[in-house]
């Protein structure tokens, strides 16, 4: 995959008060220590979340290779203006997993963590900023594959949903790793009903959906990643990876969970989860 640069807002210098929500989110990731609460006052908006957001993405030492977009509570949706959210995730963070294949995820130990199986769509094109309708013949072009998926939803505040989506949005969309399975053969022409998904936790089924479960389509997430760069100037770039979604729920997991996420006829595979650890290369981000 090509060298993506890190994608950023185009703006004014944020308030003081959301600089310091930025800087202690990521020192917290950086650690790898628990927040007890969210560090400071809550933005106000989505947008405000994604001015944290982006600011956030310029601390971090890492490159964006794709985007995670999950939904926003049907509740909340007229009042926060989206019925989606989203967040980066980082190159260091990917990782191909074949069929049968462990892989082994860092999530925050006494944080938030979750395994969500996903499909995850990977970009045939760059598509630049711009305001414009995609119809789902022209998406389909855009996209190089779909592959089947896991997204390790991470963060160091345990309480990050209960929170809310303009807390998820500040804390990179709660995303701490992606793992990408096998493409799927002709995903746009096969019925969605054969597009199935089962997720087990320590060998109890957890969850279990097809893709006729997606709201909009397989295709809607990406559409939504797409308005939404073009808003916040954010260039999607050929080779990265867009996650459309927890299909089958999102499953709570610890460092002492085993997971087996299973696409049926596309590929199974297994994730274990270890604690994130301090980072090397934490510098003083705060003050």
Not at 78 to 106: C, Q
Not at 261 to 287: K, P, T
Request: proline content about 6%; aromatic content about 6%.
């Amino acid at each position: 995959m090509p060298s993506l640069e890190n994608a950023t807002n185009v703006g004014q210098p944020l308030p003081t008060s959301m600089d310091d929500i930025s800087k202690r989110l990521v020192a917290a990731r950086r650690s790898g220590r628990a927040l007890p609460d969210f560090p400071g006052e809550l933005p106000s908006s989505l947008s405000e979340a994604y001015a944290v957001q982006s600011a956030s993405i310029s601390r971090w030492s890492d490159e964006v290779a794709g985007w995670k977009v999950g939904g926003v509570p049907p509740e909340l949706r007229s009042t926060l203006g989206a019925p989606r959210l989203a967040g980066p995730i980082y190159r260091s963070s990917v990782f191909d997993v074949a069929t049968n294949e462990e892989k082994t995820m860092r999530i925050f130990d006494g944080g938030f963590a979750a395994v969500e199986a996903e499909f995850v769509i990977e970009l045939a094109e760059t598509i630049k900023p711009v305001q414009r309708d995609y119809a789902d013949t022209t998406l389909i072009d855009v996209v190089a594959a779909m592959h089947i998926g896991a997204e390790i939803a991470s963060s160091p505040m345990a309480d990050i949903n209960r929170i809310g989506p303009i807390c998820v949005v500040c804390d990179f969309g709660n995303n701490n790793g992606l793992l990408v399975g096998p493409s799927i053969p002709d995903w746009h022409t096969r019925p969605a009903s054969e597009l199935t998904a089962r997720v087990f936790v320590d060998d109890a089924q957890v969850g279990q959906a097809t893709a006729e479960t997606v709201e909009g389509g397989l295709l809607q997430s990406l559409r939504f990643l797409i308005e939404l760069s073009a808003q916040r100037g954010v260039t999607l770039h050929a080779g990265s990876y867009v996650s459309c979604g927890a299909l089958t729920g999102i499953h709570d997991v610890t460092t002492a969970s085993k997971a087996h996420v299973d696409f049926g006829a596309f590929g199974a595979f297994d994730v274990r989860f270890e604690a994130v650890g301090a980072d090397a290369h934490v510098d003083s981000v705060i003050g």
